[in-house]
């Protein structure tokens, strides 16, 4: 079993739809990041999370630490949304993250 | 500072050759890290700086594999003797102590071992 899961690995939407990624972790941490992959490899950062809520513009993470749950949720998705998002926490002990699989978002028009 | 930049951006060699890829973080960012990426995973952990002390690596990082971070500034990864398994993506990002304030990514470097 992976630190880190994620689900779905695989999601299609049509544009305009509200989207929910979940994030799963089993170890203890001290940060919780979403990322961004396109093609072609760049990572962007998309929030980093240790209690609550965040919003940036039409993206929401939310963390729930008793649960070690965190959920993406992207509101009225628009094809540029297509993309990999990638769960990753810092565990507490260490400096690095740890990441989960991705899930491939595709947008359709 | 325009960011993490990694070189090169692509990578084709052959089996058995040795290849050496470079990563410039961000100036002010003491903490560098290695992450490797195969096709439909997520990035594992190789290895990770703190100025020029190599802090922690992975089992992954076997002994073909060597970082170096001479000066505290940028790093290099070099792999000997490649396999095809070394394929993939190579990821470099930098940080504060303890990702305080996040990570920042570069675009990565793509090995294809033919």
């Known amino acids: 079993k992976n630190e880190v899961e994620q689900s779905p690995q695989n999601l299609t939407a049509q544009e305009g739809e509200f989207i929910t990624i979940n994030c799963s972790y089993s170890?203890?941490?001290?940060?919780l990041h979403w990322l961004q992959q396109h093609p072609g490899g760049g990572i962007v950062s998309l929030f980093m999370?240790?209690?609550g809520k965040k919003k940036h513009g039409r993206l929401i993470a939310t963390i729930n630490i008793q649960e070690k749950h965190s959920s993406l949720h992207i509101t009225a998705s628009h094809p540029r949304d297509s993309a990999v998002y990638i769960c990753?926490?810092?565990?507490?002990?260490?400096?690095?993250?740890?990441f989960g699989e991705g899930t491939q978002l595709t947008v359709n028009p | 500072d325009t960011g993490v930049s990694q070189d090169p951006r692509h990578k084709i060699t052959k089996r058995g050759q040795n290849v050496t890829f470079r990563c410039d973080p961000i100036s002010e960012h003491n903490r560098l890290y290695w992450y490797r990426q195969t096709l439909g995973q997520g990035p594992e952990f190789l290895t990770y700086f703190q100025n020029e002390a190599q802090l922690e690596k992975s089992r992954l990082l076997s002994d073909r594999f060597s970082a170096e971070r001479p000066k505290g500034s940028f790093s290099t990864l070099e792999i000997q003797r490649t396999e095809q398994g070394d394929s993939a993506m190579y990821l470099c990002?930098?940080?504060?102590?303890?990702?305080?304030?996040?990570?920042?990514f570069g675009s990565g470097t793509r090995l294809t071992v033919v």
């Open positions: 990753a926490v810092r565990e507490t002990s260490g400096s690095r993250l740890t």
């Open positions: 170890v203890g941490i001290s940060a």
């Open positions: 999370l240790s209690s």
């Open positions: 990002a930098s940080s504060f102590p303890q990702g305080l304030y996040g990570y920042t």
